[in-house]
T-cell receptor, first 113, second 113 residues
Framework: SQTIHQWPATLVQPVGSPLSLECTVE??????LYWYRQAAGRGLQLLFY??????ISSEVPQNLSASRPQDRQFILSSKKLLLSDSGFYLC????????????FGSGTRLTVV | AQKVTQAQTEISVVEKEDVTLDCVYE???????LFWYKQPPSGELVFLIR??????QNEISGRYSWNFQKSTSSFNFTITASQVVDSAVYFC??????????FGAGTTVTVRA
């Protein structure tokens, strides 16, 4: 069966520090991968998605970036965090066709102080 | 472009009351898929149901039921005899079977004992 792992679960970082969140999927190959952010009390905002190694599409311009160095690994990064980067970050995967929806990771709660 | 609207921001009920969550969607595609996800306080999104645009048969699963009406572009969700464990944020989502899932803003359900 397929599983998705996301870490760390919580993170407190000072403004201006770098960020690296990692997500890995097991039990499937060539998944579509996604990073979402959920600000406090708000809905889900798609940040990046990837349909293959090295292929990244950005939905929202910001100081975050994403990379997919391996088929089942998706990394969210920032060189310098802003206070507004605080939120709940969710990684998800789907099959090539999204008609079965997404499977989400357990999320990372990031607080920038 | 796809759009999902969940007009209800918050719903508060007493245990054993029924709760109906509204979802209205917009799409130009003739083939599409609709979803409901549940986000408990732990944060992880849990898949509840998937429905394709050709299947308007309503479904009941335990205390959950769904009412899909293509004519009004609505995909409503009802929890019968609510329980405290049903307290969560519920998201409606839509995909035309491409890479991306569009989510509504979510409805926060609070069930009081």
């Amino acid at each position: 069966s397929q599983t998705i792992h996301q870490w760390p679960a919580t993170l407190v970082q000072p403004v201006g520090s770098p960020l690296s969140l990692e997500c890995t999927v097991e039990g499937t190959s060539n998944p579509n991968l996604y990073w979402y952010r959920q600000a406090a009390g708000r809905g889900l905002q798609l940040l990046f998605y990837s349909v293959g190694i090295g292929q990244i599409s950005s939905e929202v311009p910001q100081n975050l970036s994403a990379s997919r160095p391996q088929d089942r690994q998706f990394i969210l990064s920032s060189k310098k965090l802003l206070l507004s980067d605080s939120g709940f970050y969710l990684c998800a995967w789907s099959a090539t066709s999204t008609n079965y929806g997404y499977t989400f990771g357990s999320g990372t709660r990031l607080t920038v102080v | 472009a796809q759009k999902v609207t969940q007009a209800q921001t918050e719903i508060s009920v007493v245990e054993k009351e029924d709760v109906t969550l509204d979802c209205v969607y917009e799409t130009r595609d003739t083939t599409y898929y609709l979803f409901w996800y549940k986000q408990p306080p732990s944060g992880e999104l849990v898949f509840l149901i998937r429905r394709n645009s050709f299947d308007e048969q309503n479904e009941i699963s335990g205390r959950y039921s769904w009412n899909f009406q293509k004519s009004t572009s609505s995909f409503n969700f009802t929890i019968t005899a609510s329980q405290v464990v049903d307290s969560a944020v519920y998201f409606c989502a839509l995909t035309p079977n491409d890479y991306k899932l569009s989510f509504g803003a979510g409805t926060t359900v609070t069930v009081r004992a």
